[in-house]
C-alpha cells in the first residue's frame, strides 16, 4: 500500500527560522529519507513553495474562477494531487482548467514545487531547483 | 529542532500581527510592546510545561492585553490578575478570540502598525529603525550595529520618532479601500528601504546586511499573504528575493564588489529566485503593471541569463523605458544607461546621462557610470577625473575599493599617464 504523508506547519515560523536551522531540519529529514530510500520505500518527495506563491482555480462554477493565493476554504477536503511540468503559470492554469472540465466541483490550487526528489522522469531541470 | 528552538521562531514569527494587534487595544506603541513582551515570558514559562497553543498569535495577543490591563489595575490598585495557571489555560477563550481576530482584522492591524512607523514626519533612517525595533523586535543593539551609531543614538532615535508618531495617531478606524492601497504603497517604500539598507548599506558586517535583507522579505510575504491580489505587492516580493538570490556572489572574499556581470551565477540562490519567478508570473496577470513589477521583471531578465553575456539588454532597455514614464527619476535613467550602453554603445549612454549632471552631481553611481562609458570611449583623462570624483562620494570601503579597481586597470592597460612612463 503507498501512502501519502501531507506535511502541515506554521508558514510563519517555518519562514522565520534562521537559514542554519533551516539547513539543519533538512539535514535531519534527509537522513530519515535515505534510510527510507535505501529499504525501497521512498516516492517522490517535495517541498513547496510558500502559500503566497498559490493560485487558486475555482471550479465549482462556469467559468472557473481564478483566485490569488492558495486554498482557503475548510468544507472541501484534499482528495489527491498532481505534479506537472509547465512553462509557468499560465500553462499550469491551462492544464488546470483541461483537468476541472474533465472533473468540475472543487477547487485546484497550484503552487509551484520548490524541490522535487527524485525528479521526475524526462522533466525539464532548467528551472534549477531540483 | 528543540522546544525552546521551536518557541523561539514562533515568538518571532508571531510578533508583527501580535503587536499590531495590541496596538489596535491600546493605542499605544509602548503598551503595545511592553504587552507582547510580557506575554513572550509567559509563553517561555508556560509552553514548556503545556505545550505550546493551537495558535500563538491569538495566545500572545489574549495574555498580552490581559497582563497589560492587570498592569493598569494594579497602578490604580483594583484587581489581581488571576494565577498564571489558569491564564495560560485559555483554550476556551483562545478559539472565541480567534474567531473575532479573523483575518481581515490582523490585516488592518498589521498594515496600520507599519503604517504608524512610515510617519510622514519621519526621515527614512527613523521609519527603518523603528520598524526594525518595533515590529521586527531587533534589539536595539543589533539595529544600532547595523546602522554604525552607538546604541544611545539609536535608542533617542526610536524614543524621537515614537513621541513624533505619539502627537499624531493614525486613526484606528477600519480603513477606506483608497486609505489601505494608499497605506500598502507606503509600507512598501518602507520596506524596499529597509531591504536596501541591508543591500547597499553601510554596514560592514555582511551577517547584520543579510538579516536586514531577510527582515525585509519577511515582512513582504507577510503583507502579501494578508493583501493576496495586490500585484505590486507581488512585485515587490519578487524584487527582494531576486536581488537577494544574489547575496552570496556579490562581495567577493575580500569584500570588495563583484559587479552583476561578473558574479559567479552559480552561487545564485535557485530556490530564492524560482519563488521569485512565480510571483512575477501571478503579477503579471493582473495586467496593472508597477514601479516593483518592472523592477522585478528587470532583475528577472538577469536571473534567467546562465552567463552575463545573454542577458536580454534590449528587453531590459524597454522595461526601463516603461519604468521612466510611471517614475521619472534621474537615477532611473542612469540605469537605463546601462543597458542603452550595452545596446547602443558609450557613446548613447554617455548622452543620454550628461543632462542629468546637475541632479546627480553627489551621486557615487553617477559618476561611476560616467567614468565607465568614458573608459570605454578611450577617454581616459575625463574617466580618471569622474572615478575619483565617485571615490570622494563612495559611501563604502567596497565601494571605493571597486572604483580604484577601474582606475587600477586604466593604469595597467590604458596609455600611460604622464610620469609613469618607466611602466
Known amino acids: ?130 | 529542532m528543540t522546544q525552546a528552538a521551536w518557541i523561539e521562531a514562533a515568538l518571532t514569527s508571531a510578533r508583527p500581527q501580535a503587536v499590531a494587534a495590541l496596538l489596535r487595544y491600546f493605542r499605544d506603541l509602548d503598551t503595545a510592546e511592553e504587552a507582547f513582551q510580557d506575554a513572550c515570558l509567559r509563553a517561555l514559562r508556560t509552553w514548556p510545561q503545556k505545550g505550546p497553543p493551537r495558535d500563538p498569535t491569538a495566545w500572545l495577543v489574549f495574555v498580552g492585553r490581559n497582563v497589560a490591563i492587570d498592569a493598569v489595575r494594579r497602578r490604580r490598585k483594583l484587581q489581581e490578575l488571576p494565577p498564571e495557571e489558569t491564564l495560560a489555560d485559555v483554550d476556551d477563550t483562545e478559539s472565541e478570540l480567534v474567531e473575532r481576530l479573523d483575518s481581515a482584522d490582523y490585516r488592518d492591524d498589521l498594515l496600520r502598525l507599519l503604517f504608524v512607523c512610515c510617519h510622514p514626519d519621519l526621515p527614512a533612517p527613523q521609519q527603518i529603525a523603528l520598524a526594525l525595533r518595533v515590529v521586527s523586535g531587533l534589539s536595539v543593539q543589533q539595529i544600532a550595529r547595523a546602522f554604525l551609531v552607538s546604541e544611545a543614538a539609536l535608542e533617542q532615535r526610536i524614543t524621537r520618532a515614537k513621541n513624533r508618531i505619539a502627537a499624531s495617531m493614525v486613526p484606528f478606524d477600519t480603513p477606506s479601500p483608497a486609505e489601505r492601497t494608499e497605506r500598502l504603497g507606503v509600507v512598501a517604500t518602507m520596506i524596499y528601504l529597509l531591504f536596501n539598507e541591508g543591500y547597499s548599506s553601510t554596514a560592514e558586517s555582511v551577517a547584520l546586511r543579510q538579516q536586514l535583507c531577510e527582515e525585509a522579505i519577511r515582512l513582504a510575504r507577510l503583507l502579501l499573504r494578508l493583501f493576496p491580489s495586490e500585484p505590486e505587492m507581488m512585485g515587490l516580493t519578487a524584487l527582494l528575493l531576486l536581488q537577494h538570490a544574489r547575496s552570496a556572489a556579490r562581495l567577493d572574499a575580500k569584500g570588495a564588489i563583484v559587479l552583476l556581470e561578473d558574479q559567479d551565477r552559480e552561487l545564485w540562490d535557485r530556490t530564492l529566485i524560482a519563488e521569485g519567478l512565480a510571483l512575477i508570473d501571478k503579477a503579471v496577470r493582473h495586467r496593472q503593471p508597477g514601479t516593483y513589477q518592472i523592477q522585478a521583471a528587470i532583475a528577472a531578465l538577469h536571473s534567467r541569463a546562465a552567463h552575463a553575456a545573454d542577458t536580454d539588454w534590449a528587453q531590459i532597455d524597454l522595461l526601463y523605458a516603461a519604468l521612466e514614464r510611471l517614475q521619472p527619476s534621474p537615477v532611473v535613467t542612469l540605469n537605463r544607461s546601462v543597458a542603452v550602453a550595452k545596446t547602443r554603445g558609450p557613446e548613447a549612454a554617455l548622452a543620454m546621462i550628461e543632462p542629468l549632471a546637475a541632479r546627480l552631481s553627489g551621486y557615487f553611481h553617477f559618476h561611476g557610470a560616467k567614468g565607465a562609458y568614458l573608459q570605454q570611449l578611450g577617454r581616459q583623462d575625463e574617466a580618471r577625473d569622474a572615478f575619483q570624483r565617485a571615490i570622494s562620494l563612495a559611501g563604502s570601503a567596497a565601494e571605493a575599493a571597486h572604483i580604484r579597481l577601474h582606475l587600477d586597470q586604466m593604469a595597467k592597460t590604458g596609455p600611460p599617464p604622464e610620469g609613469d612612463r618607466a611602466r
Open chain 1, 1 to 130: 500500500m503507498l501512502y501519502a504523508i501531507l506535511c502541515y506547519n506554521s508558514e510563519d515560523v517555518v519562514y522565520s527560522w534562521p537559514k542554519e536551522q533551516d539547513d539543519a531540519v533538512m539535514a535531519r529529514l534527509s537522513a530519515v529519507q535515505q534510510k527510507l530510500a535505501g529499504s525501497g520505500r521512498l516516492g517522490p518527495v517535495a517541498r513547496l513553495m510558500p502559500t503566497t506563491t498559490a493560485t487558486t482555480l475555482r471550479k465549482d462554477r462556469e467559468p472557473a474562477l481564478v483566485v490569488d493565493g492558495p486554498f482557503a476554504e475548510t468544507k472541501e477536503q484534499l482528495l489527491g494531487f498532481y505534479i506537472v511540468e509547465c512553462e509557468g503559470l499560465e500553462q499550469a492554469l491551462e492544464t488546470a482548467r483541461e483537468l476541472g472540465n474533465a472533473n468540475p466541483g472543487g477547487a485546484y490550487e497550484i503552487r509551484p514545487v520548490s524541490v522535487l526528489n527524485p525528479p521526475g522522469p524526462g522533466f525539464d531541470s532548467k528551472s534549477g531547483t531540483r
